[in-house]
Nanobody, 126 residues
């Protein structure tokens, strides 16, 4: 079992920045892939970014590439998502997720992720 708690959401103007944090606890969170998804009402949860257990490799959705940066600190069991140049279309509830290592890891399919936080609201005003 892994427990995830997000923080850092809020209201920001377009062009601004926010940093989201995810605190992980439980059984060996440093061995999990960690990721961020987002969801707006009426739409499916959307992949944003992910990082390998070691932190050596990162993945981004096209919408996040070049603007968002994911990182992790395994000593502190935290994962950060730095979001720059925010746009109104980035408005969503952002969820932290963890996926156990297995023979085939699917990064961008939410149904493949094992644990989820409760989410934090990000609102970008125009």
């Amino acid at each position: 079992q892994v427990q995830l708690v997000e923080s850092g959401g809020g209201l920001v103007q377009a062009g601004g920045s926010l940093s989201l944090s995810c605190a992980a606890s439980g059984r060996a969170p440093s061995t999990y892939f960690m990721g961020w998804f987002r969801q707006v009402p009426g739409k499916e949860r959307e992949f944003v970014s992910a990082v390998t257990p070691s932190g050596s490799r990162t993945y981004y959705a096209d919408s996040a590439e070049g603007r968002f940066t994911i990182s992790r600190d395994n000593a502190r069991s935290t994962v950060l998502l730095q979001m720059n140049s925010l746009k109104p279309e980035d408005t969503a509830v952002y969820y932290c997720a963890a996926q156990a290592q297995k023979s085939t890891v699917t990064i961008d399919n939410g149904s493949e992720w094992d644990y989820w936080g409760r989410g934090t609201q990000v609102t970008v005003s125009s």
